[in-house]
DNA sequence: ACCATAGGAGACGTTACTTCA
DNA sequence: GGTGAAGTAACGTCTCCTATG
């Protein structure tokens, strides 16, 4: 077991694409604070100022260390704290857009043409085995120890990104690559949307299913406003459908008074279908969402500025 | 100031491996 | 022991942003 369900942290954000978490953490990204998480949202609780204090955002240009080889890392065991130039040469080749991958092409050629660069060789060293073994086994998978999983659960409560210095530091202490922290890292973002899509996703069904229910309602309703006014009878003596009343001229609630001669007027429902006269439109005035749902009104401001 | 280019970083989709029922 | 599903580490590619000339 790697990762406990509620270290997932449901309350995370949906960020929409064009912009990128790491330009503007907070202009794009849509947040749902909900109960079942156990543990505050791990953007929400992001305190980026003390982090980037701590850790801060190295200038490109000095780390733009070049590979030239990586030898060094032939039979080292990936879960020996590597050294402090190890590390800093893996920093800079961390991007899987490097120089290096952009230029390595598709695994399956790579394979195919025998896999006999970089990228090998440092998958050949995290697991600590040669040259020749890992012509036969393509790709082996380290599973990370419930400690350096933990450490970097925690740490991504806190920042759910890593500057080159942040990664360098928590690669060292959790005695992995920095290229391995950052995969992690990538990873468990796309698990944060991922879980964050399918509440979201949970959330619009239940809004679908409740407009749904309230336009049921709401025609059957007409449909008995209908009926009654073809019972002339009927329809004077009905009580009001409900207990708030309405004037129609000056669009009033009123407090309800004993049945009248003249129709009561529900607020739910716009009585014009009964008036097939009637010129001005009035918009129906409802709420979809049941009370006891919070309306993430984020969500709808995303959804806006999308339509 | 504007433009082209290179490189870094994150998002996203996919693959391959591990674990477990 | 075999198998399929789920989880996840690792990878490839795309896009965006920034620095540089």
């Not at 604070?33 to 240009?61: G, K, Q, V």
């Not at 709401?218 to 009580?239: D, G, H, N, W």
């Amino acid at each position: 077991m790697m990762v406990e369900k509620e270290d997932l942290g449901l309350s995370l954000s949906l960020s929409f694409p064009e912009k990128r978490a790491v330009s503007n953490p907070s202009s794009n990204v849509l947040h749902l604070n909900l109960s079942s998480s156990p543990s505050p949202s791990p953007f929400s609780i992001i305190n980026r100022s003390s982090w980037t204090d701590a850790f801060p955002s190295s200038d490109r240009s000095s780390e733009t260390c070049r590979v030239e080889t990586r030898s060094f890392l032939k039979g080292i065991d990936v879960n020996c704290l590597p050294t402090a130039g190890d590390a800093e040469e893996e920093a800079g080749v961390s991007s899987p857009n490097s120089t290096i991958s952009s230029v390595s092409g598709k695994r399956s050629e790579r394979e195919a043409t025998g896999g006999s660069d970089d990228h090998d060789i440092e998958r050949a060293s995290s697991r600590g085995i040669s040259d020749e073994e890992d012509a036969e086994n393509s790709r082996k998978k380290l599973r990370l120890s419930k400690d350096q999983s933990a450490i970097l659960e925690e740490s991504f409560k806190e920042h759910n990104t890593l500057n080159p210095k942040q990664k360098m530091a928590l690669a060292k202490r959790l005695g992995l690559r920095p290229r391995q922290v950052e995969v992690w890292f990538q990873n468990r973002r796309a698990r944060t949307k991922l879980k964050q899509t399918e509440v979201d996703c949970e959330f619009l069904k239940r809004c679908c299913e409740n407009l749904t229910e309230e336009n049921r309602r709401l025609q059957k309703e007409v449909q008995e406003l209908r009926a009654l006014k073809l019972s002339p009878q009927l329809y004077m003596q009905m009580t009001p459908p409900t207990t708030l009343t309405m004037c129609p001229s000056c669009e009033r609630v009123a407090v309800p008074s004993a049945p009248s001669s003249a129709p009561q007027l529900s607020t739910a429902v716009d009585p014009r279908p009964l008036q097939m006269g009637s010129a001005q439109p009035r918009p129906i005035t409802f709420n979809p969402w049941p009370a006891s749902t919070p309306i993430p009104h984020r969500l709808f401001d995303a959804l806006q500025s999308r339509s």
